[in-house]
């Protein structure tokens, strides 16, 4: 699985974008700028302060300072160390103060921009279509709404705080040499060349690094992620080695990558420091020279030093933190590729209301297929009439589920129409569509939480007399009483420790206490033991009377009692009759049954011919 973004999107686009989320906290953001102006003013007011204490006390010259301080300081040298080291500590204090607080504000920016940023995308991922899950693996979605965000969020509450700091330190600090002396402003600067052609050899490697590393990311977070979900059958298998071996590559890259970016850190701050070093020591030459022909002051050159020690580190942090941004722009446009994917399945700009009363579902010569025009389904008519049971058979891949699919609008038909008494379903609002159908898949699934909470899903307005008669009415409840808890009780991620007939059965409440008017099954009884199973066939007669059920099945034995079955045979839909007249026939129907019950072939024959 590649991560690398195709499309190029300049940093500019990028960047407006993102400003976007910050935009509501405009009023922090302005504080936080103000306390940053003044913070960087107050790191520069040090080495003027060590300078004054110097020419003026400790070593006294000509200018004895700056002369502006005159009606400020004593002449007492005693009396004025002791209030320039008042002064410092006054500037330290002020300082750690207003640290404190731009990077409070600034965390606290970013915290509620990128908490709006990943309440959006949970938002993208909950409307997006099925079709795009069936192509994107979940380790990639895992990755953008943890690793990436996770990125952005130490832009906006570290870098460009950091960066915006380190830029106004150098200039101000700029200012301040070259009213000390433009000549030794000058020798520094002279280092400039060679610190630009190390910083920018840092940034190619660290930048290519830093790309193999987020690609290994994303495929170890999506390797995880499918083998955790399939533990059983990776145990199952014994190809936990195999599987350690898989991992040991993506884990190789994951390193291997690292290891490039720590080679890069391990040069690029040495050189740095040896840049600074080498020219600190130009200084030292330069300015005892100055100082003996009188043209310089020790308290000057002092200064220097502190500012020539303090000059060289935001260079390399804006070079360190360079990578963050173009890790960050990497992320946001994963980020905003995925808030942009296009949603096929939305709502109408004028939705028709649901259907009021008994009314029909009818499928209309449709036609439809995942891909191009390999047609799942061809010219499929029926009518389901209110109140209606019906069941529909077939071999695998015959499109059963994808009728079931279709119906709910999780995919649109390319040709013909399915509708709900007069109203097409792509004239309605997809999730009031979805409110009418209560559905039980083959496969339980179940949130970490309580048993309620599984059941409601969030549904506040179901009584809990009506959660107890669900589950009564689908033979869960005397299991729930039986739990320490009750409806209470916590489920762990998936319903670890229950039987996959519990999860079921709570699958079942989960569908009939929300009182649907449809009534879908799919496979519902495929994965459950035949007792659970014979519990569930003696609920059923219960749950879809008074209701349109439509049951997908492969077990006959489920569904022999329904008023009409459809029998599906590589997309078309090829016999419907009741389980008498389709055993009667000897078609599709009948060799299905005989493949099931050959041990009862003798006994259904005479049945079948009659």
């Not at 960087?40 to 004895?64: F, H, K």
């Not at 496979?523 to 014979?534: G, Y």
Request: charged share 20%; net charge neutral.
């Amino acid at each position: 699985m590649q991560e690398q973004v195709t499309g190029k999107v300049h940093e500019w686009q990028i960047f407006r974008r993102l400003a976007t989320y910050i935009r509501p906290y405009w009023r922090w953001v302005a504080i936080s700028v103000v306390f940053l102006l003044v913070g960087s003013g107050l790191q520069v007011l040090g080495p003027l302060l060590t300078r004054e204490a110097v020419d003026r006390y400790l070593a006294p010259t000509v200018s004895r300072g700056s002369r502006w301080l005159d009606p400020f300081l004593p002449q007492s040298p005693t009396v004025g160390i002791w209030v320039i080291g008042l002064l410092y500590l006054v500037v330290l204090g002020l300082g750690l103060l207003i640290e404190y607080t731009q990077l409070y504000l600034t965390q606290r920016t970013g915290q509620h921009a990128m908490a709006d940023l990943r309440r959006q995308l949970v938002d993208c991922l909950h409307r997006l279509d099925i079709s795009f899950y069936d192509r994107t693996p979940a380790g990639r979605l895992v990755t953008r709404a943890t690793t990436d965000i996770d990125t952005l969020n130490e832009l906006f509450a570290s870098g460009l705080v950091a960066i915006s700091a380190d830029v106004l330190l150098i200039g101000f600090s700029l200012l301040a040499m070259w009213q000390l002396s433009a000549s030794l402003t000058l020798l520094l600067l002279a280092s400039a060349p060679a610190i630009i052609f190390v910083a920018a050899r840092f940034r190619r490697e660290v930048t290519d690094s830093y790309r193999k590393i987020r690609v290994a990311i994303a495929r170890i977070n999506s390797f995880i992620q499918e083998h955790v979900t399939g533990i059983i059958v990776v145990q199952l298998f014994n190809r936990e080695q195999r599987s350690l071996e898989e991992f040991r590559g993506y884990n190789r890259e994951h390193m291997e990558a690292y290891k490039q970016a720590i080679k890069a850190y391990g040069w690029f701050f040495p050189a740095v420091e040896f840049i600074g070093t080498f020219v600190v020591a130009a200084l030292l030459v330069y300015g005892g020279a100055a100082i003996q022909r009188g043209e310089l002051s020790l308290g000057v050159l002092i200064a220097f030093f502190q500012y020539g020690l303090r000059f060289f580190r935001p260079i390399q942090d804006l070079s360190e933190k360079y990578n963050l941004i173009q890790s960050a722009v990497t992320a946001a446009e994963r980020i905003f590729a995925l808030l942009d994917t296009p949603i096929q399945i939305r709502a109408p700009k004028r939705p028709r209301p649901f259907p009021s009363g008994p009314v029909p579902v009818v499928f209309d010569h449709v036609w439809f297929a995942y891909q191009g025009e390999d047609w799942v389904l061809k010219d499929v008519s029926f009518r389901i009439e209110p109140g209606e049971t019906i069941a529909i058979v077939g071999h695998t891949g015959a499109g059963k589920t994808t009728l079931v699919s279709l119906l709910l609008r999780f995919y649109d038909v390319q040709r013909g129409a399915i509708r709900i008494g007069d109203v097409d379903v792509r004239e309605m609002d997809p999730r009031e569509l979805r409110r009418h159908f209560g559905v039980v898949l083959q496969e339980p699934y179940l949130f970490t939480g309580t048993i309620e909470e599984n059941i409601r899903l969030g549904s506040h307005w179901i009584e809990d007399e009506h959660l107890v008669a669900a589950a009564a009415q689908v033979n869960l409840l005397d299991y729930i009483e039986s739990l320490p808890g009750g409806f209470a009780h916590r489920l762990h991620e998936r319903g670890g420790g229950l039987s996959t007939g519990q999860k079921q059965l709570i699958n079942f409440a989960r569908a009939l206490a929300h009182n649907p008017r449809f009534l879908i099954l799919d496979e519902a009884t495929s994965s459950v033991d035949p007792e659970t199973e014979f519990r569930i066939r003696e609920a059923l007669a219960r749950m879809i009377e008074g209701r349109t059920s439509i049951i997908i099945a492969h077990r006959l034995s489920t569904i022999q009692r329904a008023n009409r079955i459809f029998v599906l045979h590589k997309g078309e839909l090829r016999e419907v009759g009741t389980h008498q007249e389709l055993l009667a026939r000897q078609g599709i129907y009948w060799r299905l049954y005989q493949l099931q019950y050959k041990s009862q072939e003798d006994a259904t024959l005479p049945l079948s011919k009659s």
